[in-house]
């Protein structure tokens, strides 16, 4: 999950784009008006050059959690999402591409991300012709369960946050798929992620025995065994790694236990609707408020003026608490980015915004290369842009860089960036390559 962030942004929602809100393409825009974000250009060439005629009208969707705490992280994608269609002036190839409302799917049940209505959305994305790239999930949990589907129907799916290694590599990955590979990611992997933070704990913050405590999800699992992997070969001790579900009633009762085994740093893993933030509430109570509390993505989710988020959750027990990001946090087009944005939604850009938009230009792009094939018809269209956005030999010009995706589907750029709190909102601090 990536930021286009910076210290001190005011986080509402705007009241002037929301998930309901559709998008739909207008006229080619010129070069002049796109070119003041990096990357555009590139794709509004491919939009508006070669005197394409006009090809129809195909569609892209969006799945991510709508409700509850988890909105905090997936409206700056949604945002991200229609800026990048509004910067390329809803074209491609010669099609005229739209977000309606009813392509943007919620996965989320009683206020938290359900893998069966991913499962459920997908399905219905698989069965709507016109729908030929799909930006999400929010959630790996939600993506395993997504991808056997939209893999069968052939849809290039781009997801801007889903971490968990699983997705596309070894076997688990490959028991997901029974056609060529359709999913890609612009975020790195769990794998790194986790020990991104490890490495931070030990090394620079310089604690040595970390209590670890996951959400038992996909995501939260995944991400907390490769930070106690990492921690322990540095040489530092894991006291205790719990596992609780979002189900748990008394985390009070959890923590006095950890308590008692003198951590001199807690790692969450999992997402704020998960307990990121009624976990360290129960720490603080028990007097472990004054320890580093490490989070991966899930817990970087807005600020303290952002409704549900973890930092409005946690309130000051937060001040301590870390988070990482399994993407670039500082890149060239950033200030322009954010300004872009700005703009759009009168709010600054957070969370997720920039992997948003990074998918939205890969899809785009896709399409754009799909349609010099001249598929005769939306069926051949989406297996031509499926194997377009896969393909490992394009070079991608994104908002958060060039990128390129090996043939499981995993981005070339292996950056984890790190964030500690400041005037209650998340400050970047850092950012490590792991090339």
Excluded at 245 to 272: C, E, H, R, W
Excluded at 278 to 291: F, P
Excluded at 352 to 362: E, N, S, W
Aim: proline share 4%.
């Amino acid at each position: 999950m990536l930021s286009g962030r910076n210290g001190g942004r005011p986080t509402e929602w705007s009241s002037r784009k929301m998930p309901g809100d559709p998008i739909r393409g207008g006229e080619c825009m010129k070069l002049t008006k796109v070119g003041a974000i990096a990357g555009i250009a590139v794709i509004a060439l491919s939009a508006c050059g070669g005197g394409n005629a006009a090809k129809g009208t195909v569609k892209i969707a969006i799945d991510l959690p709508l409700q509850g705490s988890e909105l905090a992280a997936s409206q700056p994608i949604i945002n991200g999402v229609k800026l990048a269609l509004k910067d390329a002036g809803g074209k491609a190839g010669g099609y005229t591409v739209e977000l309606p409302q009813a392509a943007i799917y919620d996965d989320a049940i009683n206020g938290a991300h359900d893998p069966q209505t991913g499962a459920a959305n997908a399905t219905k994305i698989a069965g709507d012709e016109a729908i030929i790239g799909v930006v999400g999930p929010l959630n790996s949990s939600v993506g395993k369960a997504m991808i056997p589907i939209t893999n069968e129907a052939g849809v290039l799916q781009c997801s801007p946050a889903n971490t968990n290694p699983d997705l596309t590599k070894g076997d688990p990955a490959k028991q997901l798929r029974t056609k060529a590979n359709n999913y890609i990611r612009v975020t790195t992997t769990d794998d790194v992620q986790g020990p991104a933070a490890s490495q931070y704990l030990y090394d620079v913050l310089g604690k040595k025995a970390v209590y670890i405590i996951d959400d038992t999800e996909t995501f939260g699992k995944g991400v907390a065994d490769a930070f106690e992997a990492d921690f322990k070969q540095r040489g530092g001790t894991v006291v205790k790694h719990d596992a609780a579900p979002k189900t748990t009633q008394d985390y009070v009762s959890i923590m006095t236990a950890a308590k008692g085994l003198n951590p001199d740093s807690i790692y969450f893993g999992g997402v704020t609707a998960t307990g990121g933030a009624r976990i360290l509430l129960a720490a603080q109570q028990v007097g472990l408020g004054d320890v580093p509390y490490v989070g991966p993505d899930g817990i970087n989710d807005g600020s303290g003026a952002t409704q549900d988020s973890f930092l409005n959750l946690a309130g000051d027990a937060a001040k301590n608490a870390y988070s990482t990001l399994a993407g670039i946090g500082e890149f060239p087009g950033k200030a322009d980015f954010d300004a872009a944005y700005l703009k759009e939604y009168g709010i600054a850009a957070t969370g997720y915004a920039g992997l948003g938009y990074a998918c939205t230009q890969v899809v785009l792009d896709a399409i754009g290369r799909a349609a010099a094939t001249n598929p005769a018809d939306n069926a051949a269209l989406r297996e031509a842009v499926r194997a377009a956005g896969t393909a490992t030999d394009h070079t991608y010009k994104t908002i958060l860089g060039d990128i390129t995706f090996d043939a499981n589907g995993d981005t070339s750029q292996r950056i984890v960036s790190i964030y500690s709190v400041k005037d209650a909102d998340w400050s970047f601090l850092t950012q490590v390559d792991y090339k």
